[in-house]
């Protein structure tokens, strides 16, 4: 297994990018005995920079990160959290990187996470509008 920075991923996955043959290239050699390790740092930034910089809108981004679990290609960490964050990841106004903050605090014990961001509170299960 060997892992894997965001801006590998990005090459891989957005067309007319520099050094995409060389992304192509190198995960063409990956494997299920042989996979990148995808941290879940490394997808917020993904997410993150194909929305912002590449203009990717919510289903586009979901369908990349589903595309990442489902491949054998691939270890994802935190596998389960970041399948319930792909799955409710479904509106414009919900934010990738808060549906994974809100999941963690629910997996250690805590069901509710504190913000200032109105709409993370709307629409985030779990997410509590401090005020």
Do not use: C
């Not at 990018?17 to 050699?29: G, N, T």
């Not at 919900?94 to 999941?103: E, N, P, S």
């Amino acid at each position: 297994m060997i892992g894997v920075d965001t801006n590998v991923l990005v090459r891989l996955l957005v067309a007319g990018e520099p050094q995409r043959e060389k992304a192509e290239a190198f995960f063409s050699q990956r494997s299920a005995a042989d996979p990148a390790f995808v941290s879940i740092v490394v997808l917020v930034e993904l997410v993150w920079v194909l929305n912002r910089h590449y203009g990717y809108g919510y289903e586009q981004l979901q369908k990349a990160a589903q595309w990442l679990l489902d491949s054998d290609d691939f270890v994802v960490e935190h596998r389960d959290r970041v399948e319930w964050a792909v799955a409710n990841y479904t509106r414009s106004k919900i934010d990738f990187a808060d549906l994974l903050i809100a999941r963690a605090g629910e997996e250690t014990g805590a069901p509710r996470t504190a913000t200032f961001d109105v709409n993370a509170a709307k629409f985030v299960p779990g997410m509590e509008l401090l005020k």
